[in-house]
């Protein structure tokens, strides 16, 4: 038998705070990695802070081996002293098979748990993995009295969890979202790529024979069409966000907007910055088109309670077009709330 639905909003230790019932609404464009065990770094995360949405402390890849106890103090110490207004602090934990992820537990909740928005779970296979950090998670919660749920974001970078993603997406009210890892995920599907992200120039659709026998167009395609779609469909049929997750080319800011782009218009909410310069790339893609916000706030204008049909500029609209336009105008005011620049920009 499957879990009763019932249960999944009990709390899985006694004294652990009861389960989210919805996803908190929160703006999240951006989730903006450091590296905690560099002290330059960590000066740094207030003023970051100002810049981002989420701000999180990388303790997993790309921290080396000997600094990672480095990295899980100095993320303690961020959280403890840091001013973040209301950026949300996140932190990614290393892998449940490694040495390091029970300590990074232990350790950051135990110390700082009430200050910690989401827990990022990297190389989640299935649905177990959920399991196990749930459970844990809400174990270290009653033993520190942490108020409110430490929500679980997932990383999809194995072809295990690609086939599992559904019941991933559905393992636990904790869950946040998932972010795609395409650097692992094209290691444990065996492509044949050497980066971490965007296009690749071989994979692509010729053209077909010309009559002129002239040169055939060769049309670039986007390797992880397939995978953000899949991802889009289980993070929303469960009522979670998904992410694109990093762009590794920090000299090719066009292709970066452009893989953010399409994240953005199949539905993620918002992608990894890596380096400042991906901040203003994130902020611009993942707050709606002006154009956009404006024609979306025309029809809900004109069909005031979202039925029927009616002609604006020429175009069709009716209650499928004006759910459309509300998921537009949802994310322009939550923009709006934030940035006052952007709510004039948007006429809200
Ligand atoms: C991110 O962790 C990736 O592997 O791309
Ligand atoms: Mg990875």
Redesign the pocket.
């Known amino acids: 038998m499957t879990k009763p639905a019932r249960k999944f909003l009990e709390p899985l230790a006694i004294g652990a705070p009861t389960p989210y019932r919805e996803l908190p609404v929160a703006l999240e464009r951006m989730i903006h990695f450091f590296p905690p065990h560099v002290e330059k770094m960590r000066a740094k995360v207030p003023d970051m802070a100002k810049q981002v949405d989420v701000i999180l402390g990388n303790l997993?890849?790309a921290i080396p081996a000997e600094a990672k106890e480095a990295a899980r103090a100095g993320f303690i110490e961020v959280a403890r002293t840091a001013e973040l207004g209301d950026t949300k602090l996140w932190t990614?934990v290393n892998c449940l098979n490694s040495p390091w992820f029970l300590d990074d537990m232990l350790d950051v909740v135990g110390a700082v748990g009430e200050r910690l928005d989401v827990v990022m779970l990297?190389k989640v296979e299935g649905p177990w993995d959920i399991h196990y950090l749930d459970q844990l998670l809400a174990q270290l919660e009653a033993r520190h009295r942490i108020s409110r749920p430490i929500m679980i974001h997932a990383?999809l970078?194995t072809a295990l969890g690609v086939e599992n993603i559904g019941a991933i997406a559905a393992a636990s009210p904790r869950m946040h979202g998932m972010?795609?890892?395409?650097?692992?995920?094209?290691?444990s599907r065996g492509m044949k790529t050497t980066r971490?992200?965007g296009g690749h120039p071989f994979y692509g659709v010729m053209e077909d024979p010309r009559a002129d026998q002239g040169p055939r167009a060769f049309y670039q395609q986007d390797l992880w069409h397939y995978t953000v779609a899949k991802m889009v469909d289980a993070c929303q049929a469960n009522g979670i966000k998904a992410f694109y997750?990093?762009f590794?080319d920090f000299s090719d800011n066009e292709a970066c907007e452009a893989q953010f782009r399409n994240a953005f218009l199949l539905g993620c909410a918002g992608a990894?910055s890596l380096h400042p310069k991906q901040i203003d790339i994130a902020k611009k893609v993942f707050s709606p088109d002006p154009d956009e916000v404006i024609f979306a706030l025309k029809i809900l204008d004109a069909m005031p309670d979202g039925t029927g049909a009616v002609m604006i500029d020429g175009k069709m609209q009716d209650d499928a077009t004006w759910k459309q336009a509300k998921v537009i105008a949802d994310l322009a005011r939550q923009v709006a709330a934030k940035d006052p620049e952007m709510a004039k920009v948007y006429g809200l």
Do not use: F, N, Q, T
Not at 179 to 187: E, F, I, V
């Open positions: 997993e890849d990614r990297p990383i970078e972010s795609l890892g395409p650097a692992d995920l094209a290691a971490v992200g997750g990093p590794g990894w």
